[in-house]
């Protein structure tokens, strides 16, 4: 079983709204802190925004009050809604889960604002 698999991404004009999925293993999803992070070509991986097992959030700066991550404990998997996109949000972006120590990494997903 593939350990993350995101999806979501695609394309939407400025000032509209995407919700990124994060599904993880069973096993992992329920020790892990999850995270998003996004990458631009040529550019570092950047953290998003970031949930522990028990629910505490942090976010980017650049992204705080625009988007909200969170868990669905049902269905093993981690939600990114980002409303009020803008331009700069477009990136791939990037699942990744920390579990004792071990880094899983999703494949990424495109994110594309138009102005």
């Known amino acids: 079983q593939v350990p993350l698999v995101e999806s979501g991404g695609g394309l939407v004009q400025a000032g509209g709204s995407l919700r990124l999925s994060c599904a993880a293993s069973k096993i992992i999803y329920r020790i892990a802190t999850m995270d998003w992070y996004r990458q631009a070509p040529g550019n570092q991986r950047d953290l998003v925004a970031s949930i522990t097992p028990a629910g505490t959030t942090n976010y980017a700066d650049s992204v705080k009050g625009r988007f909200t991550i969170s868990r669905d404990n049902e269905n093993n998997t981690v939600y990114l809604q980002m409303n009020s996109l803008k331009p700069e949000d477009t990136n791939v972006y990037y699942c990744?889960?920390?579990?004792?120590?071990?880094?899983?990494w999703g494949k990424g997903t495109l994110v594309t604002v138009s102005s």
């Open positions: 990744k889960a920390t579990a004792i120590g071990t880094i899983y």
